[in-house]
């Protein structure tokens, strides 16, 4: 082999060699953002799940939601049940569960504005900061002109010994009202009067993303704002994150609320030509949107080099939630008329009364532990609680739980109809009751329930 062509190899060997080098200077990670909206008081296990799951697996997660979280619905705990009832005095029990499934921020929505007055919203701020989750909302401020609750946070995530900043901004729709006849905005309501007021979020966006830069120089901004992105029919004015992903420069991707539809991804392209990934994960905890950006390093930082979003659907827990739902209504049908109908004094059979398939009841005595329910029926299928004034009752069929009985109310007056057993019927705080074989109660009349004023059907276990 003559000089030149050796000449020639080596140079290409240094070349190629140079190349790999900066080829493996270049770095990339992903950061994922989990994002939840309109939960309303409802965590469903298999969404807590997933979240403990995946910030696991993946070290760089943050789980933020958009509002509208505090409220009471089916599905919702039974602690917070508890408290909406004035059974409690304790903090919000929401904020706990909220931080023990792993939630970093939420964004105030109208829900929590309408649900409470000033004071009351103070101390909800109050329980939550105490848990560790930060309250958001850039363009709420105080009478003074001063922020009501944080504007915005910076989550610092450390990758390959560096540091990479992720500002979540928080914004609220203005117009939080009820009534369409009556001006919506927050300044306008009983308990905000000249306490609260709130300014254009669009605007507002502007201003805080461009305090963000200068004094945080984030990385990447997540908007997680309260609003819808398109109007609704008649138009809600406070739906405006078309023009917030449109008109604001600086925001990488936003994620929605309010209307309580599920988006996977809308791109919009903002005034500086670049694009802005849009998802909104439906309500209730149905599911959650996934989002991932992965950054790459440069001299000035971290750059993005690309984003995207998916809906991971709840599939079970919905299911599992209808399915209740729907018999606990037809428990209602077949058990809180039957005074009405004139069954006063008489003995009933459950396997001839009830509309709905089960094969086994069990009814826990009062005061009985959570994780003895649970323990005996063999699973956690609702967020419960303890009750001291009356039994909770629980079908099973092949296994698996299709009523309970206090799946919107833990008071004994709140109740249509309630399941009575003498104490030394009880074994180790549960009595069984098989299909067709133990299922006799007497209807008896009770006391009046709050809601309607009329008798609460009792039903007194008769042995055989």
Not at 162 to 173: A, D, M, Q, R
Not at 196 to 211: E, F, G, R, S, T
Not at 407 to 415: A, C, D, S, T
């Amino acid at each position: 082999m003559n000089r030149n062509v050796i000449k020639i190899i080596t140079i290409n060997i240094v070349l190629l060699s140079l190349f790999l080098v900066g080829c493996s200077s270049t770095k990339t990670v992903d950061i994922n953002i989990l994002a939840t909206t309109d939960l309303h008081g409802i965590l469903p296990y298999e969404m807590v799940d997933f979240i403990k799951k995946d910030k696991a697996k993946y070290s760089n997660t943050i789980v933020v939601d958009a509002g509208d979280f505090y409220d009471k619905e089916y599905g919702t705990s039974g602690d917070m049940l508890k408290y909406f009832e004035g059974e409690s005095e304790a903090n919000i029990p929401l904020a706990e569960e909220m931080n023990e499934a792993g939630f970093d921020t939420v964004t105030l929505g109208n829900h929590e504005f309408i649900s409470k007055d000033k004071e009351g919203l103070d101390s909800l701020v109050s329980d939550f900061e105490k848990q560790g989750i930060s309250v958001l909302s850039a363009n709420t401020y105080n009478k003074n002109g001063e922020s009501y609750v944080k504007p915005y946070i910076i989550k610092e995530l450390g990758v390959y010994d560096k540091t990479i900043k992720v500002g979540i901004l928080g914004l609220s729709l203005k117009e939080v009202g009820e009534d369409k006849n009556k001006s919506m905005e927050l300044k306008d309501q009983q308990g905000y009067e000249g306490k609260l007021y709130m300014n254009d979020l669009v605007k507002d966006a502007q201003k805080w993303v461009d305090i963000m830069n200068e004094k945080e120089k984030p990385d990447v901004i997540i908007a997680v704002v309260h609003s819808g992105e398109r109007p609704k029919k008649p138009k809600h004015p406070g739906n405006r994150i078309q023009d917030l992903a449109k008109n604001v420069s600086g925001i990488d991707v936003i994620v929605s609320g309010h209307n309580h539809v599920q988006i996977k991804q809308n791109d919009y392209e903002n005034k500086d030509g670049k694009t802005v990934i849009v998802t909104e994960p439906g309500k209730y905890g149905e599911c959650i949107s996934k989002i991932n950006i992965r950054m790459k390093e440069s001299k000035s930082g971290w750059d993005v080099l690309d984003k995207s979003s998916n809906i991971i659907q709840f599939d079970e827990s919905n299911k599992n939630s209808k399915d209740l739902f729907e018999n606990y209504v037809n428990m209602l049908s077949s058990l809180s008329e039957l005074i009405n109908e004139g069954k006063k004094g008489e003995v009933i059979s459950l396997d001839k009364q009830l509309s709905i398939k089960w094969d086994k009841m069990y009814i826990f005595k009062p005061n009985t532990p959570r994780e003895e329910i649970y323990e005996k029926v063999g699973y956690k299928f609702l967020k419960i609680t303890e009750i001291d004034d009356v039994n909770q009752v629980v079908l099973m069929n092949e296994g698996k739980v299709v009523y309970y009985s206090n799946i919107g109310e833990v008071k004994k007056n709140n109740l249509p109809f309630v399941f009575n057993v003498d104490n030394d019927k009880f074994d180790k705080n549960v009595l069984t009751i098989n299909y067709g074989e133990n299922d006799d109660f007497r209807v008896l009349g009770g006391e009046k329930n709050f809601y309607t004023g009329s008798k609460i059907v009792e039903l007194a276990y008769e042995e055989k």
